[in-house]
Nanobody, 129 residues
């Protein structure tokens, strides 16, 4: 079965950290760009960060720059989202998605949802005191 599985979500206090993982099974992530999306209650899903296959581009939305770090380990078929200095506005379900990396600048602007081939089921992140 071809799928992405996220883990690492949970409840954390403001200022805390979490590390999300996204593991691919049934296919190799080598040729796929990876994006983390999030969806807060009552809001549209938004792309948070995108990384190309060879880490040539790693892009972030302004609200997470300097706090989140996206990385990938192709040998482990896994991507990670390190989230630091979390605040209540980061509360959301976080999804990872992979899209065939057709161009080296694919993540220069975080691609929209329709660009992706595989999605995970999401992991809840709640930031609250």
């Amino acid at each position: 079965q071809l799928q992405l599985v996220e883990s690492g979500g949970g409840l954390v206090q403001p200022g805390g950290s979490l590390r999300l993982s996204c593991v691919a099974s049934g296919f190799s992530l080598d040729n796929y760009a990876i994006t983390w999306f999030r969806q807060a209650p009552g809001k549209e899903r938004e792309g948070v960060s995108c990384i190309t296959t060879r880490n040539t581009i790693i892009n972030y939305i302004d609200s997470v720059k300097g706090r989140f770090a996206l990385s990938r380990d192709n040998a482990k078929n896994t991507a990670y989202l390190q989230m630091n200095s979390l605040n209540p506005d980061d509360t959301a379900v976080y999804f990872c998605a992979s899209g065939w990396n057709l161009s080296p600048d694919m993540c220069a602007a975080i691609p929209r949802q329709g660009r992706y081939d595989y999605w995970g089921q999401g992991t809840q992140v709640t930031v609250s005191s």
